[in-house]
T-cell receptor, first 114, second 113 residues
Framework: NAGVTQTPKFRILKIGQSMTLQCTQD?????MYWYRQDPGMGLKLIYY???????DKGEVPNGYNVSRSTTEDFPLRLELAAPSQTSVYFC?????????????FGPGTRLLVL | AQTVTQSQPEMSVQEAETVTLSCTYD???????LFWYKQPPSRQMILVIR??????QNATENRFSVNFQKAAKSFSLKISDSQLGDAAMYFC??????????FGTGTRLTVIP
């Protein structure tokens, strides 16, 4: 199993550009998540999904959109990049059921908005 | 609302010695889970250990163990026989639901040869 994979590893965007961060998991997990990690801070939840076709906002959703058309994939879209979105983005997944809550993280995508 | 507090921004330990990283949390939920994650320079978030709040017995994973004090809402991580590869940022986290995982701000651990 590859676990949770993310692409790209690093990207530089200009203000106002858009991009999609890709996330794929091969563990047949129902739940998937997107977090951002700002320098010197812990992770904060952007969006999450409890299954294909179902998504919901986390703590810091503004400026982002997500979709979940398959169990495996959970892309994160930035429509109008802003410097405040410079961060490291982590995708994670879990079974989401009792005693199976542990989230497994991808390697992260570092995004720089200039 | 949940909060997780790590009061030690940085810690250091001599190789082969023992170090304890502190974490306190606050939640009104009765069912929750606590985690320690390790983040090396590669930035990968690696699960170190987890503790179910309903279990009184402290979790252990090889050289890693926790001291879970439920009444005090304290969840410290003890690393025994520290190794150079243990150097990393360590994050404490509390989860009350599948979509409610809150992280502390991290403790940077340096291992001195």
């Amino acid at each position: 199993n590859a676990g949770v994979t993310q692409t790209p590893k690093f990207r530089i965007l200009k203000i106002g550009q858009s991009m999609t961060l890709q996330c794929t998991q091969d563990m047949n997990h129902n739940y998937m998540y997107w977090y951002r990690q700002d320098p010197g801070m812990g992770l904060k939840l952007i969006y999450y999904s409890v299954g294909a076709g179902i998504t919901d906002k986390g703590e810091v959703p503004n400026g982002y959109n997500v979709s979940r058309s398959t169990t495996e994939d959970f892309p994160l879209r930035l429509e109008l990049a802003a410097p405040s979105q410079t961060s490291v983005y982590f995708c994670a997944s879990s079974y989401g059921t009792l005693n199976q809550e542990t989230q497994y993280f991808g390697p992260g995508t570092r995004l720089l908005v200039l | 609302a949940q909060t997780v507090t790590q009061s030690q921004p940085e810690m250091s330990v001599q190789e082969a010695e023992t170090v304890t990283l502190s974490c306190t949390y606050d939640t009104s939920e009765s069912d929750y889970y606590l985690f320690w994650y390790k983040q090396p320079p590669s930035r990968q978030m690696i699960l170190v250990i987890r503790q179910e709040a309903y279990k009184q017995q402290n979790a252990t994973e090889n050289r890693f163990s926790v001291n879970f004090q439920k009444a005090a809402k304290s969840f410290s991580l003890k690393i025994s026989d520290s190794q150079l590869g243990d150097a990393a940022m360590y994050f404490c986290a509390c989860q009350t639901g599948a979509n409610n995982l809150f992280f502390g701000t991290g403790t940077r651990l340096t291992v001195i040869p």
